[in-house]
């Protein structure tokens, strides 16, 4: 069995005064995908922060590929290969689709520097940024904006993508157009750690799943064997995901 790429051991994270974090493990397998789920307020989005340094672990320790980052700044977090797609999705709304896009190439400073062949393989995962390429990014809707902010995560390859809710507030057929795209970009064996509250999109694309209470994580184990065990379903979360099929 290979090692976690990403894993944590007792993780706390403090905020303010409030005690969010209460000693979180987790372990995200290279080539998967990961789905944190939890009631609100449970500490997901914390966990993502808190990987990402944007807040800072007050005890314990996260270990990307070996190496412990707990205490380095967000740059150099993101410098070593994780993206962050936060769930108020980060747009710059005054730019264009392509400038949001060349932000987010390092190695690009004009748009005929990006890697063409990544674009045109973005563009079929997500046709709508193709379509208002030269449209400013505040002007799309709350899905094209979604797989705008996914867009400029994978624009170059990373081993390790941080999503925060990508289908909250979508149609479904957005959704369903999302489902697709991850499906995609998981066959590119990018890792990816997901929170999402939507069971049915989550069941469809996780290969495991860890469910979080009060700040800690209460569950951990293969997405298939909690979508088939209705009893664990209303034990960790109170209803059953067949009701959201």
């Given at each position: ?5 990403l ?7 403090h905020?303010?005064a409030?005690h ?15 789905v ?7 500490g ?16 314990g320790?996260?270990?990307?590929r ?25 747009i ?9 896009m060349?932000?987010?190439?390092r ?12 674009l ?8 709508a940024?193709?379509?208002f390429?030269?449209h ?6 709350g ?14 390859p ?19 157009n999302l ?9 590119t064996?990018?890792?990816?750690l ?5 069971f ?6 996780g ?10 994580v ?5 997405m ?5 065990d ?12 067949a009701?959201?099929?």
């Open positions: 069995m290979s090692e976690p790429l894993k944590l051991e007792g993780v706390h994270t905020i303010g409030y969010i974090l209460h000693g979180v493990d987790l372990e995200v397998m290279p080539g998967e995908m990961t944190l789920l939890g009631r609100n307020g449970a997901k989005t914390t966990t993502l922060r808190t990987i990402m340094g944007l807040w800072k672990a007050t005890a320790t996260i270990t990307f070996g190496e412990a980052i707990q205490a380095l700044d967000t740059p150099d977090i993101a410098h070593r290969g994780l993206a962050y797609v936060p769930e108020n999705m980060g710059f709304a005054d730019l264009t689709v392509c400038e949001n060349l932000l987010a190439a190695n690009a400073r004009h748009i005929d520097q990006m890697d063409a062949k990544r045109d393989w973005l563009f079929g995962l997500f046709p940024l193709k379509t390429w030269q400013p990014a505040g002007l799309l809707s899905g094209q904006k979604q797989m705008l902010a996914v867009a400029r995560a994978i624009i170059e990373r081993p390790l993508l941080l999503i925060d809710e990508p289908s909250k507030g979508l149609a479904p057929s957005i959704i369903q489902i697709s795209a991850f499906r995609e970009l998981k066959q064996e990018t890792t990816i997901l929170v999402e509250q939507n049915n999109f989550a069941r469809q694309l290969d495991r799943v860890a469910v979080m209470d009060d700040g800690r209460v569950h951990a184990g293969s298939a064997d909690l979508v088939g209705e009893g664990l379903q209303q034990k960790l979360l109170g209803l059953s995901l009701s959201h099929s």
